[in-house]
RNA sequence: GACCCCGUCGUCUAGCCAGGUCUAGGACACAGGGUUUUCAUCCCUGCAACACGGGUUCAAAUCCCGUCGGGGUCACCA
């Protein structure tokens, strides 16, 4: 049989990373067995649903290069893969369900609601509904309806424990006093996640759930809805949660407080990664190891390696926690190892999002830039940062450098001294810049370290760049000459 | 609070299911050292964990129970 995995988010903001995960696994899962990976958009509540949301979803998924057989923009035998064009066939079941007995229509406005919940909570009891709705006599509905009253159908949960068989977790079992009567469909006559989770998953043949371990309590829900209508039941896998290394939930608002805090904005959706100058298959590589591990030492692995060793049995239980600084490293080992080709097309689909002199640097400075920081960069962003002085007509002086360096042990003389020196090299290249500068350290009896640093601060701003020469070499003969008299006016 | 899940270095984890080969391995971070014109890379060394308490057993990180700790869920959100 045919193994079919979905990811199926609400398009309610970004791609957020832990959800990348939940994508990812199913993705392994299906690309592995070479079974189908549908992509399905539960854009069910019509407030927080944004078309946007849906685009820029879908934009961070092909970043990631995580491809879908079926779902928006490929579509499918489905029909649509939006649930908010598919209410015909929820409708459909739910008309089903009333029919057999196992839903009711339920006429209690939220606030009613609300207020039982309250009143059950003071009195320190858990909150159940009390089926109501389930004894209105036939009746009494129908002069309900006629009064235009708006109502949900609640679906009638069978009086019985129900186990869920889930591949990580082993059985869980929920007794039936844990179990409620939920609604399925709403006011405004759109399904709840629920309901509608349940009919797609089946009409799109899904064999497979993963998921986070937030819905296990609704799983239930879910394999009582499935009996009821005779569905069958998928696989489910419920995932262990990922954190922030204090604990806590990784939210959009975490974001905002860091920004009212004035401090680094911490990366949340895969979108802030993205900008953040991370390579897809390093984050991708890296967010794996969250909760699943292909066993022994293993870390570093392409996308055919995790494809090839990715198992259902090997996710963990344990929740983690997201260690950016670890991120970091796998990044920095991602660029330093990439091949050329395949760095530059990263760099590029960087810099088109986002606004660094480099993005204005023709390709052939490109490669050079791409030679001289590959091995000593982090991230895109870092690149991108460090080596805007080769760009800029204005060198931006550190005035730590400037006052460290400059002022103390080089002095005006002899960068003046040694502009003089540079200009009669011809060619400008690495060796003859080199052999310049040796000759001058030689005849003036200077260690070599007392005569880089402060050509370094004079050309670059900063006490740390990439190899002297090098670096000389690629800013040109002019520009070089021209900073370092500049240098000595400071 | 009720219900459910989980518990190996600071962090991600291997080992656990099929108990001995574990004085618990790897990676990140951290500390020290080496290479080096700065930085980074690279190399070496170090620090550091089986939550606790009972049991089963010749033997427990591995099996069982309890305690404690962490997390999740209790919507006309998904």
Redesign the pocket.
């Known amino acids: 049989m045919q193994i079919v995995t979905r990811f199926?988010?609400?398009p309610?903001g970004y791609l957020h990373i832990g959800g990348a995960r939940t994508a990812l696994f199913s993705w392994l899962l299906a690309r592995q067995t070479g079974g189908k990976f549908v992509l399905r958009i539960?854009?069910?509540?019509q407030?927080?649903?944004t078309a946007e949301s849906t685009l820029k979803i879908l934009e961070d998924m092909k970043w990631l290069g995580l491809d879908w057989n079926e779902g928006p923009e490929v579509g499918g035998p489905a029909g649509s893969y939006f649930?908010s064009q598919r209410l015909t066939i929820y409708c459909a079941y739910a008309d089903k369900l009333l029919e057999m007995g196992r839903a009711y229509k339920?006429?209690?406005?939220?606030a009613?609601?609300?207020a039982m919940?309250d009143k059950a909570r003071a009195d320190?009891k858990?909150?159940?509904?009390d089926r109501t709705g389930y004894r209105l006599a036939p009746e009494q509905v129908k002069q309900y309806e006629a009064q235009g009253r708006?109502?949900?159908v609640r679906f009638l949960m069978p009086d019985k424990d129900i186990t869920v068989h889930d591949a990580i977790?082993?059985?869980?079992?929920?007794?039936e006093s844990?179990l409620?009567d939920?609604?399925i469909v709403?006011?405004?006559g759109?399904?709840?996640?629920?309901f509608?989770?349940v009919v797609d998953d089946y009409s799109m043949q899904v064999t497979h759930i993963l998921r986070?371990?937030?819905?296990?309590?609704?799983t239930p829900k879910h394999i009582a809805l499935q009996e009821a209508l005779g569905f069958g039941h998928p696989v489910y896998a419920?995932m262990?949660?990922i954190?922030n290394?204090d604990?806590?939930?990784m939210s959009k608002r975490d974001k905002e407080k860091a920004i009212k805090a004035g401090k680094p904005v911490p990366e949340i959706d895969v979108h802030d990664f993205r900008m953040a100058g991370y390579m897809p298959e390093s984050l991708l590589n890296f967010i794996a190891?969250?909760?699943?591990?292909p066993?022994?030492?293993l870390?570093f692995m392409s996308m055919a390696k995790m494809i090839e060793l990715f198992s259902i049995?090997?996710i963990?239980?344990?929740?983690?926690?997201?260690?950016r600084?670890?991120l970091?490293?796998?990044n920095?080992?991602y660029i330093?190892n990439a091949d050329r080709k395949r760095l530059k097309e990263v760099v590029k689909q960087f810099l088109d999002v986002t606004d660094y002199p480099l993005k204005y640097a023709d390709d052939v400075m490109l490669d050079k830039m791409l030679e001289l920081y590959q091995?000593?960069?982090?991230t895109l962003v870092e690149m991108a940062h460090n080596c805007r002085f080769f760009l800029t007509e204005q060198v931006e002086y550190d005035s730590k450098a400037v006052e460290k360096v400059l002022k103390k042990e080089g002095g005006a003389g002899i960068l003046a001294e040694l502009a003089g020196r540079l200009e009669q090299v011809e060619p400008w290249t690495v060796e003859t810049i080199?052999k310049c500068i040796d000759g001058y350290c030689a005849e003036t009896q200077k260690?070599?370290?007392k005569i880089?640093?402060p050509i370094?601060v004079a050309v670059t701003g900063s006490?740390?760049?990439?190899?002297?020469?090098?670096t000389l070499d690629v800013l040109g003969k002019e520009k070089t000459l021209k900073r370092i008299l500049q240098a000595c006016k400071l």
């Open positions: 199926a988010p609400s309610t539960e854009d069910t509540d407030i927080r649903s649930q339920c006429f209690e406005t939220p009613e609601l609300t919940r320190g858990t909150f159940k509904y708006p109502f949900v977790l082993g059985d869980v079992t929920l007794r844990e409620e939920f609604v709403k006011s405004d759109f399904p709840t996640y629920h509608a989770v986070g371990q937030e819905h296990l309590m609704n419920h262990p949660l954190f290394m604990g806590t939930k190891l969250l909760g699943w591990s066993g022994g030492d870390e049995e090997r963990g239980k344990t929740n983690a926690k997201f260690d600084e670890k970091r490293s796998f920095m080992e330093k091995p000593r960069s982090r080199e260690h070599i370290s880089a640093q370094r006490a740390v760049s990439p190899p002297l020469y090098e």
